[in-house]
């Protein structure tokens, strides 16, 4: 089941400002420890620690694969790759450095399979979290400019 509060959009900029939303609440982020402990317990025939190093040597070896410009698929999962963050834009190509242009790089992830859109639509069950309300001046606790709340 996943929980969620909602939220109000504070941004002028947007058609959308002061509008209400749904956002997700995660009570727990499961770690490689835990997501080999939860594998073992499905009836594996592999242990914890023999899940936790295979999984280990995956995330090493994707983030190799990716440094030399290659994508990464795991089927139903995700396409992983690498993005460009531009800091500004040029209006001709000799006028482009990558010491001017870009920050840096990132991770990109892309749904596959039983993990697109429309299969998890038909499988995810919402409900509402908890009775409280955040207000602007408290902050969402994201670093966001949107005020959180939950009906009652």
């Known amino acids: 089941m996943i929980s969620y ?3 109000q959009l504070k941004n002028r900029k947007s058609s959308a400002n002061k509008k209400w939303y749904a956002y997700p609440v995660i009570d727990e982020t499961v ?3 835990g997501l080999a402990e939860h594998m073992a317990n499905h009836h594996s025939p592999f242990t914890e620690g023999t899940i ?3 999984l ?3 995330v090493t070896c994707i983030k190799e694969i990716m440094l030399e410009g290659k994508n990464v698929k795991i089927d139903d ?3 992983f790759s690498i993005g ?3 800091t500004q834009l040029v209006d001709a190509p000799e006028e482009f450095s990558v010491a001017k242009n ?3 790089v990132k991770l990109r992830a892309r749904a596959t399979g039983i993990l697109i859109g429309k299969s998890l639509d038909m499988e995810a069950q919402l409900k509402r979290a908890r009775q409280n309300t955040i207000s602007s001046d408290e902050g ?3 670093g966001g400019d949107n005020t959180a709340i939950t009906e009652p």
């Open 5 to 7: 509060n909602l939220r």
């Open 31 to 33: 770690n490689l420890d």
């Open 52 to 54: 936790k190093g295979i």
């Open 56 to 58: 280990t040597d995956m």
């Open 77 to 79: 999962l995700a396409i």
């Open 84 to 86: 460009i963050k531009n």
């Open 102 to 104: 870009v920050k840096g």
């Open 140 to 142: 969402s606790g994201d």
